[in-house]
């Protein structure tokens, strides 16, 4: 319960622009959606960009995201 607090606090603060935090759910998600993508292809290069660019886009449209109840 104490994890899922602490990762809806750092989703408000992304959203709220903050980069600390949104480098934070970088970190935290990163490797998971590494293996997940690690799922979908073995081009480990075209996963770490997959990933790069999904970080870009959340950033660029973080005045869009809404609240969530599972950031995962």
Not at 11 to 36: N, V
Not at 46 to 71: A, G, Y
């Amino acid at each position: 319960m104490e994890d899922y607090k602490e990762e809806h606090i750092l989703w408000e603060k992304f959203r709220a622009g903050d980069e600390a935090a949104f480098s934070s759910l970088f970190y935290l998600y990163s490797d998971t959606l590494f293996y997940y993508g690690s799922s979908i292809t073995k081009d480990r290069e075209l996963i770490k960009d997959s990933i790069q660019q999904l970080f870009c886009n959340l950033w660029e449209r973080k005045e869009q995201c809404h609240e969530v109840s599972k950031i995962k």
